[in-house]
């Protein structure tokens, strides 16, 4: 078993729609959690780091839930600039110069 | 300011050629990193270097040599590469590493290698 599992899409979405996708980790020792953005043939940009009570930074808002070992991110008001795969990532106590990385949910987002 | 820069962007290198890709920051970041990312897969981490020392090597065969000449840049020496060797590599940095705390991680654009 992946330790860090993401659907990989594409999810398709309508410009101005809000899509949501979610991330599963097995390791319960899992403390940071993040997720990256990465364009086609670009560089993981970080987008938000996902705190136990949940945060938003503008049209994201990220979301996690130990108990059910796993985080969310959600985007209200889709932009066609929100097209790119969406990295969740997630660090272990016993190694915390490793990111875990997920393979990565593809976002469309069509006119 | 979270930049990472790499020099460069592309290189095509036979296997029997030595090359070197490098890495620059200036935030003061005290841990950096070497990844690799094939299409369509995440990044795998090959080297983690903290306050110029090697930290972790992820296993990483010895035609791949990292080196941290100081704080502020990192190199990935190449020699005898393979055909399955090409790929994006990326580097990274972050405020440090390790201590029980943990730090968002920035990367440089990467430098895409074919080895042919």
């Known amino acids: 078993r992946k330790e860090v599992e993401q659907d990989p899409g594409p999810f398709n979405v309508p410009e101005g729609a809000t899509v949501a996708f979610n991330c599963t980790y097995s390791?319960?020792?899992?403390?940071?959690f993040f997720w990256y953005r990465q364009d086609c043939r670009k560089e993981p940009k970080l987008l938000m780091s996902v705190y136990s009570s949940g945060n938003e930074d503008g049209r994201f808002t990220a979301q996690l839930n130990r108990a059910s070992q796993y985080i969310s991110l959600l985007i209200r008001d889709s932009k066609l600039s929100d097209s790119a795969t969406y990295l969740c990532v997630v660090t272990t106590t016993d190694s915390w110069g490793k990111l875990q990385f997920g393979a990565g949910t593809q976002v469309v987002v069509t006119p | 300011d979270t930049e990472v820069t790499q020099t460069p962007k592309h290189l095509v290198m036979g296997m029997t050629n030595k090359k070197s890709l490098k890495c620059e920051q200036h935030m003061g970041h005290r841990a950096m990193y070497w990844y690799k990312q094939k299409a369509k897969k995440p990044p795998e981490l090959m080297f983690v270097?903290?306050?110029?020392?090697?930290?972790i090597n992820e296993s990483v065969p010895s035609r791949f040599s990292p080196e941290c000449p100081n704080s502020s840049l990192l190199n990935l020496h190449l020699h005898a590469l393979q055909p399955e060797d090409s790929a994006l590599y990326l580097c990274a940095s972050s405020q440090e590493e390790g201590g029980g705390a943990v730090y968002e991680q920035y990367f440089g654009p990467g430098t895409r290698l074919t080895v042919t």
């Open positions: 270097y903290s306050y110029e020392k090697l930290s």
């Open positions: 390791n319960s020792a899992s403390q940071s």
